[in-house]
């Protein structure tokens, strides 16, 4: 059972449109982090969000965390070519040292 | 400054050999983390250090991987014997304790066992 369950799996979309890609769980972290891998390369922290309901802005991309702290979202608005890659959301549980990844959403954005 | 360093990038090898990766963390971060990643099971860990001491390495598949960390600047991660399924990117990751456990990764090694 995934933990974290990230939708879509994969998304195709031409440049300059806008999309909002999901993470899911049923359980409560203390924080949830968003990361961005492009291929051949390791993950690369994008944001981290800690407070229910928090929303950070990182240019283009909106990140969400959810009241319950159970989700969050991340909305690119306008996507270029560079923002092709894995999104990666990642939840810290209280208590634990430890990051629980989602599967990831593939993005890949067509000039 | 530099990053996580792994090595190697590639590594190509035939079922029932002994594999060693390594990873060198980011100077002055205190944990250490090893994952693998794969198309259908996505990055999972498989153990972390602290302090060059392991915490959890409930994530290790079997007997037949092991991880030392002997200084703080150098870890390892061995398979032996290696098999097919073991083929996968293997990440290693370091932080800084701190209010959140933000992770740098390194570029990763991409095993493959025939």
């Known amino acids: 059972t995934q933990l974290l369950e990230q939708s879509p799996q994969f998304l195709s979309i031409q440049e300059g449109e806008n999309l909002t890609v999901y993470c899911n769980s049923s359980s409560v972290f203390s924080s949830l982090q968003w990361y961005r891998q492009e291929p051949g390369e390791g993950p690369v922290l994008l944001v981290t969000v800690v407070t229910g309901g928090e929303v950070k802005k990182l240019k283009r991309l909106t990140f969400q965390f959810g009241d319950a702290r159970k989700d969050s979202s991340l909305h690119i608005t306008a996507a270029q070519p560079g923002d092709t890659g894995l999104y990666l959301c990642a939840g810290e549980r209280a208590g634990s040292y430890q990051l629980t990844f989602g599967k990831g959403t593939k993005l890949s954005v067509i000039p | 400054d530099a990053g996580v360093i792994q090595s190697p990038r590639h590594e190509v090898t035939e079922m029932g050999q002994e594999v060693t990766l390594r990873c060198k963390p980011i100077?002055?971060?205190?944990?250490l983390f090893w994952y693998r990643q794969t198309m259908m099971r996505g990055l999972e860990l498989l153990i972390y250090?602290?302090?060059?001491?392991?915490?959890?390495d409930s994530g290790m598949p079997e007997d037949r991987f092991s991880a030392k960390m002997p200084n703080a600047s150098f870890s390892t991660l061995k398979i032996q014997p290696s098999e097919p399924r073991d083929s996968a990117v293997y990440f290693c990751a370091s932080s800084l304790r701190g209010l959140y456990n933000e992770q740098f990764f390194g570029p990763g090694t991409r095993l493959t066992v025939l």
């Open positions: 100077s002055g971060h205190d944990y």
């Open positions: 250090f602290n302090n060059n001491v392991p915490i959890d």
